[in-house]
Structures are given as structure tokens and as C-alpha cells.
């Protein structure tokens, strides 16, 4: 009865609408795709037989899972390079400039384009026969013939990379500008009393004092990136020749295209796992070791 006493129960209140939420939005759907990738189901609502392992044994033996796992590797190492060091640069650019109210809205305009219009936007950019891309490209002498930027198999999955990341790169420029505001202006004077020149104040004061923040961009960052789904489909659809078929594409395919819900269920299960997995590595390696070390 104490400890029931002792108990908030007026922040306790106030948190639970925010957990019903995460319980409806977030434990449901997962339960039930858990419960329905041990069943045989192809359509949503149909009835199914309880199949056991059979499903994740079937994705395991499947190569384009395999393939787009990899993909999708190529894909977030690809958006987490780019996406962070295009904030970077522009944070650092815009963090001890005056009046730049105006540049920082104008670097956060992709952001607030839907992404329907990006992907309208970035075909039309990087068109083969009309883009104004490779138009530019052309009358400059930089390359002979058009680039088929999404048409190509060689070079299609980093056009989308760079389509991607021009879209949210904003959001990160956003963290790390923040952070950079917090580090104390008398560091960067006394380190230039000391004779310490750009590179040597950034390397010794600002990269220490914001890399906790880095780690948390780049472990959100990833798993935002693994789950982008809808430029590559509305773009490419996974094509030419399955070059940008990654993983949330796989398990769209094998379930509204294969009709069978339970593989893809037991795919979107393992994703899940393999993602848990990676966030509890790279916190404990990078987020946490960089918290330690301030």
C-alpha cells in the first residue's frame, strides 16, 4: 500500500494515452504478424493452418530475400553517408553565421515536399531523353550521351540514394544544428588562444562535444532508411533487373503480389529482429561509448 502511494500517479495518467497508442500502433500489428508468419495464410482475413517454421525456413532458402538484404545494406550505408555528412557540412556552414534565418529555411525545403512530388520531381531531373540534368550535363562537355540514372542497373540504386537523401537530409541538419549551438563559443576562443587552427578546434571541441548526437542520427538514420519504401517503389519499383529491390520491397512483393501473407510475415519478423539486433549493437558501441568519453 505504501509503494502504491508513493506512486506519480498523475505523470502515470498523463503517459498512458501515449502507451495505449504505442500498444494499438506498434505491439497489435507486430502480434499479429508474429502469429500469422507460423501459419500457411495468402490472403488477409482468410482462414489458416498453423504451419510451424515452415515459413521462415522458406524465406531462408529464398536468394531474392538474400539479395535485397543486401541491397538494403548497400542502401543505408549509401543514405547514412551522404545524409550525414550533407548536414554536417551545411550545419557547420549555417551554426556562427548571423542572420541566416533565411539559408536555413531554404536547406530545410526538401524536407516539406511530399514524397510523391519528390519522386515526380526527381524523374523528371534526371530523365535519360527531357531531364534538365542531364541537359546541363551535356552543354557543359561533362558527358557525351545521356545518363539513364534509373534505368540503368549499374547506377540505379545510388540515383535513388541521392534522390533520398537530397529528401531528408534536412532533418538531420536540423539535430546536428542544434547540437553545434550548444558548444560554448569560449572553447573555440580558448582553443584559438592556443594556437589550434579550424581543423584542430573541430577535431578536438566540436567533434567530442556533439558525437553522442551523431551516433543517435546515425542510429536513427539507419533504421529510417532501412524501412524506405515508398521513393523507390513510386521510382523504380524495384527494377531495372531487381537492382533496387531491397527488403521492404520484398516483403510487399511476397505478400500483395505473391499473395502469401504468412512468407511474408516471417520475412517482416526477421527484418525486425535483424534491425533490434543492429540498434542494440551500434548503441552500445557508438551512442553509449560516445556518452562515456565526454
Given at each position: 500500500?505504501?509503494?502504491?502511494?508513493?506512486?506519480?500517479?498523475?505523470?502515470?495518467?498523463?503517459?498512458?494515452?501515449?502507451?495505449?497508442?504505442?500498444?494499438?500502433?506498434?505491439?497489435?500489428?507486430?502480434?499479429?504478424?508474429?502469429?500469422?508468419?507460423?501459419?500457411?495464410?495468402?490472403?488477409?482475413?482468410?482462414?489458416?493452418?498453423?504451419?510451424?517454421?515452415?515459413?521462415?525456413?522458406?524465406?531462408?532458402?529464398?536468394?531474392?530475400?538474400?539479395?535485397?538484404?543486401?541491397?538494403?545494406?548497400?542502401?543505408?550505408?549509401?543514405?547514412?553517408?551522404?545524409?550525414?555528412?550533407?548536414?554536417?557540412?551545411?550545419?557547420?556552414?549555417?551554426?556562427?553565421?548571423?542572420?541566416?534565418?533565411?539559408?536555413?529555411?531554404?536547406?530545410?525545403?526538401?524536407?516539406?515536399?511530399?514524397?510523391?512530388?519528390?519522386?515526380?520531381?526527381?524523374?523528371?531531373?534526371?530523365?535519360?531523353?527531357?531531364?534538365?540534368?542531364?541537359?546541363?550535363?551535356?552543354?557543359?562537355?561533362?558527358?557525351?550521351?545521356?545518363?539513364?540514372?534509373f534505368g540503368n542497373a549499374d547506377i540505379a540504386l545510388w540515383s535513388l540514394v541521392l534522390l533520398n537523401s537530397w529528401h531528408w537530409f534536412p532533418f538531420f541538419f536540423v539535430v546536428i544544428l542544434g547540437a553545434l549551438t550548444t558548444v560554448p563559443t569560449e572553447l573555440y576562443e580558448a582553443a584559438s588562444i592556443d594556437g589550434a587552427g579550424p581543423w584542430q578546434r573541430f577535431a578536438s571541441v566540436t567533434l567530442p562535444l556533439i558525437s553522442r548526437i551523431l551516433g543517435i542520427v546515425g542510429l536513427v538514420g539507419t533504421l529510417w532508411s532501412f524501412n524506405v519504401f515508398d521513393t523507390i517503389f513510386l521510382v523504380t519499383r524495384g527494377g531495372p533487373s531487381n537492382s533496387t529491390f531491397t527488403a521492404p520491397l520484398y516483403v510487399y512483393e511476397v505478400a500483395f503480389n505473391g499473395f502469401q501473407m504468412g512468407k511474408s510475415s516471417a520475412a517482416s519478423v526477421l527484418l525486425m529482429i535483424i534491425m533490434l539486433g543492429f540498434a542494440a549493437l551500434f548503441y552500445n558501441l557508438v551512442v553509449r561509448r560516445a556518452y562515456h568519453s565526454r
Open positions: 500500500m505504501r509503494r502504491l502511494r508513493s506512486l506519480d500517479w498523475v505523470s502515470i495518467l498523463m503517459v498512458l494515452p501515449f502507451v495505449a497508442v504505442l500498444v494499438v500502433l506498434v505491439a497489435v500489428p507486430v502480434s499479429i504478424s508474429v502469429a500469422t508468419s507460423f501459419t500457411n495464410m495468402r490472403f488477409i482475413g482468410m482462414p489458416a493452418e498453423f504451419v510451424g517454421l515452415r515459413q521462415y525456413q522458406r524465406v531462408f532458402q529464398d536468394e531474392l530475400f538474400w539479395g535485397s538484404l543486401g541491397r538494403s545494406g548497400l542502401w543505408i550505408l549509401g543514405n547514412a553517408v551522404l545524409q550525414t555528412l550533407t548536414a554536417f557540412v551545411f550545419a557547420l556552414a549555417l551554426s556562427r553565421r548571423a542572420r541566416t534565418t533565411g539559408s536555413q529555411l531554404l536547406v530545410l525545403l526538401p524536407w516539406i515536399i511530399p514524397t510523391v512530388a519528390v519522386a515526380v520531381i526527381g524523374t523528371w531531373l534526371m530523365n535519360s531523353s527531357y531531364g534538365i540534368l542531364n541537359f546541363l550535363l551535356q552543354r557543359t562537355g561533362l558527358v557525351d550521351a545521356p545518363i539513364n540514372a
